[in-house]
């Protein structure tokens, strides 16, 4: 799963992003400039989302750590991953000026759109692996991208 978010100020996460087999169930992105270039970040950044799964899979201990961190800065925005126990991504893409957001505050983020997937799967009318068109999730995400 793939998700863009913009959050604190409309520009702090421009971009959410939520994939499940690599295939992209919802993108949100406020502002819509440069969707694109933010879509190729995104995708790109998935291949380092697969690295981290992998090294995790080979330590001995099967404690898994939902929250993947960093996955890579680039010089205008840096790149957050997270990993659901059902293998569905999310990515949310910061500008790298906002020094406000912390990691606990990311961790937070990615917290509260687990959740919100999680209660739109309880839907019984969704059909998992289809796009993600739920106004309830979307009004979540969009709290978030507004969330000053």
Known sequence: MFTSIDFQQL???????SYYNNYPLYIKTIPTDNELKFQYTVHTSLDVVEEKISSVGKN???LRELYLGLLYPTEDYKVYGYVTNTKVKFVIVVESS???????EIRGMFRKLHNG???????????????????LFDNTVLSMMQQD
């Open 11 to 17: 520009t702090a996460v421009p971009k959410l992003m």
């Open 60 to 62: 001995t201990n099967d």
């Open 98 to 104: 906002n020094t406000s957001l912390r990691d606990n």
């Open 117 to 135: 997937y999680v209660d739109m799967l309880c839907n019984p009318f969704y059909t998992p692996g289809e796009n993600i068109s739920s106004r």
